[in-house]
């Protein structure tokens, strides 16, 4: 009865030896191959790892992403006006002109002559690079009585806008009148932020 079992047995011990002896190395052998049915198994696993790992960074990046969604939208759309205004992306020139405008506008006073330039580095010494914004030099002149023209400056300082002034000028047209030269710093995001 066991010389039955055993020769079968034998026979599939020889040919499964037979068979790991041919096969194992074509498991292991490096092909470099592009296509998954020329790989050998050793890619194919190492391939695995390395598509679990960006597997599981993709669902870390998918649930940042998702927090942070949920944070923004959290945020007013009345608040999120406010922060565009604050800290915008690009500078709206004509807008900003616009608004100095207005201001100056109900406080009697005439704008004249403005220009813009890129500033070098913002106040403090810091470059823009270390802050996260672009400093941006607004020069322009208004027309009008010094008791007016304070409450303009007061007005420019409590702007939704976030700006310095840098300079003003005072030049006198007639008794009543003057002319000042206003400098004005604003700030907008850096583009790679």
Request: no cysteine; glycine share 6%; proline share 3%.
């Amino acid at each position: 009865m066991y010389g039955k079992l055993l020769i079968p047995i034998l026979f599939l011990a020889l040919s499964a030896s037979v068979s790991a002896w041919f096969t194992k190395p074509l498991w292991n052998e490096v092909t470099g191959a592009a296509e998954f049915s020329d790989k050998s198994i050793a890619e194919l696993r190492a391939d695995e790892v390395v598509y679990g790992d960006a597997f599981s960074k993709m669902r870390e990046i998918e649930l940042a992403r998702t927090g942070l969604a949920a944070k923004y939208n959290a945020v007013s759309e009345e608040n999120r006006v406010r922060l565009q205004k604050v800290a915008p992306d690009t500078i709206d020139s004509v807008r900003l002109i616009l608004d100095i405008e207005n201001v100056a506008r109900t406080h009697g006073l005439k704008l004249r002559s403005v220009s813009a330039s890129a500033s070098a580095s913002p106040s403090g010494g810091r470059r823009a690079e270390e802050n996260g914004y672009e400093p941006v030099l607004f020069s322009f002149s208004a027309l009008g009585a010094y008791d007016k023209f304070v409450p303009f400056l007061a007005d420019l300082e409590r702007s939704v806008r976030l700006s310095d002034i840098v300079g003003v000028d005072f030049e006198s047209k007639n008794s009543s009148d003057y002319v000042y030269g206003i400098t004005l710093r604003t700030y907008k995001l850096r583009d790679n932020i």
